[in-house]
């Protein structure tokens, strides 16, 4: 079996809670992680941080409830937002659970915990999609939405399918590609003749 070493775009290798390294299984791209002495003898060449220790990451339920709601700063959300763009073809990787992806991203931010991470972040998408549909042509009438991450956010979504579709249909429009790149737009034709059926 053949083991490539899965790294952050730094270089870093990726842990777990509990100090084992991502690494992907060949054949078949599995990701999977293995223990840090594994690691240390399949790649003699990488530097492997020692000494993790669960209990750093195990809280008590009542210092999970005391830090239940922290505060963010700008910093802090920038961090997030790189960290997910960093992290996301492993959110999208069929063979690890997005569970463990928020853990390693809980890691890189320590004064926050998973749960404090995923709602910040679901929060964020939700605020990005409010604006992006603000944006849109259809709510042309509303008020403008104020979102300061947009930009970086659409960096990591704004060629998501689920965000900006393929392609929409409108009665009134005829068909719209949406896409960053010069499209057609196909109208439909307004001066159709009919003609009456002769016997």
């Known amino acids: 079996m053949e083991y490539l070493l899965v790294t952050e775009p730094n270089g870093n290798v990726i842990t ?3 100090g084992n390294i991502l690494v992907q299984q060949k054949p078949g791209n599995i990701l999977m992680f293995i223990s840090s002495s594994k690691a240390v003898t399949l790649f003699p060449n990488v530097k492997i941080q020692a000494d ?3 209990s750093d990451f195990i809280l008590s339920s009542e210092q999970e409830n005391t830090i239940s709601r922290t505060s963010w700063n700008r910093n802090e959300i920038l961090e997030l937002i790189n960290l997910y763009k960093s992290y996301k073809h492993l959110f999208k990787s069929t063979t690890m659970k997005n569970d463990k992806v928020w853990d390693m991203l809980a890691q890189k931010l320590p004064m926050h915990t998973t749960e404090q991470i995923k709602n910040k972040f679901k929060y964020l998408k939700q605020k990005y999609m409010e604006k992006k549909d603000n944006m849109s042509q259809k709510s042309s009438g509303a008020g403008t939405i104020k979102f300061d991450y947009f930009f970086e956010m659409d960096e990591i979504f704004g060629q998501d399918p689920d965000v900006q579709p393929v392609s929409t249909a409108s009665s009134s429009r005829g068909i ?7 499209s057609v737009e196909i109208e439909e034709n307004s001066s159709r003749k009919y003609c009456k059926k002769q016997k």
């Not at 719209?176 to 010069?182: E, G, L």
């Open 16 to 18: 777990d809670q509990s």
């Open 52 to 54: 993790v220790s669960t």
């Open 176 to 182: 719209h590609h949406a896409s960053k790149t010069p």
